[in-house]
């Protein structure tokens, strides 16, 4: 049984003129896990993602997908190898309905070719019914088929974030990085987020990499997390090893991290 990471970062650097957003990152992200990537405004965080899911070529370094050296690959050959992103701003079609955007998802389908269009009418038509179905069945999966018909543009933000995950659904994701998925989300629609990660992680085998700054949502969901600082990978562990970490501390501004866990506990009690 191969032991081989999902993917494995190698002495990643990306820089921009003087300043080196990420500087020398390496890290590992097991098949079939959950990992919290957390980190201070500025770590590198998202630009690392955007460098291992192609949308920025890194300065040097490698990336691998399961021992496959994926670096500098664009992100639509990354996306037919099961490599998806999200962003922190939601991306919709806002003028389509929150069905048809998850239709919009899947490559190669018969009805974008004008020829198929035109004299396969019958094989299009069966081609879109099992792409509806699908679309369907990940509204259901998700808990917001009431809103399918409703234009994108004008659902919530939290429902925006569930579409986004629904869209990786909709092809054979194998790893997807979340980026800050509960920015702006209220509370209920974070865990019905949080609970459609786990079990597409445990139903599915959805392997995930979560960038977050809300500790709870982490350690609810994340183990490992990893956490960076100044573009490097400065510990990793479970939460409450990382929040012990007088590094990770200290990366936080000494007060920042153990206080701001505290303030969180204490707001629940």
Request: with cysteine; charged share 25%; proline share 3%.
């Amino acid at each position: 049984m191969s032991t081989e990471p999902m993917i494995r970062v190698e002495n990643l650097h990306k820089h921009f003129g003087g300043f080196h957003a990420v500087d020398g990152a390496s890290l590992e992200i097991a098949k079939g896990s959950i990992t919290g990537l957390i980190g201070p405004n500025g770590a590198g965080k998202t630009t690392l993602f955007n460098v291992i899911a192609g949308v920025l070529p890194p300065t040097s370094g490698q990336v691998f997908m399961q021992g496959e050296d994926i670096t500098g690959l664009p992100p639509h050959v990354l996306f037919s190898k099961g490599l998806l992103r999200t962003f922190q701003i939601a991306h919709e079609f806002h003028t389509m309905t929150v069905r048809e955007n998850l239709m919009m998802v899947p490559p190669n389908q018969s009805g974008e070719n004008l020829w198929s269009a035109w004299f396969h009418g019958g094989r299009v038509r069966e081609e879109e019914r099992r792409i509806r179905a699908r679309a369907n069945e990940v509204l259901e999966f998700l808990t917001i088929s009431h809103i399918a018909d409703q234009k994108a543009g004008q659902i919530s933000g939290g429902q925006k974030k569930l579409l986004e995950l629904g869209r990786t659904m909709m092809t054979d994701a194998k790893i997807v990085f979340l980026d800050e998925v509960g920015a702006g989300v209220n509370r209920t629609l974070l865990n019905t987020i949080a609970d459609a990660i786990v079990r597409l992680n445990e139903e599915k085998g959805y392997t995930f990499v979560v960038i977050e700054h809300d500790m709870d949502f982490i350690g609810r969901i994340c183990d490992p997390v990893i956490c960076m600082a100044e573009g490097k990978v400065l510990a990793e562990g479970t939460l409450d090893e990382i929040k012990a970490n007088e590094q990770v501390i200290e990366a936080y501004l000494g007060t920042g991290l153990k206080n701001k866990v505290v303030k969180q506990e204490e707001t629940t009690l």
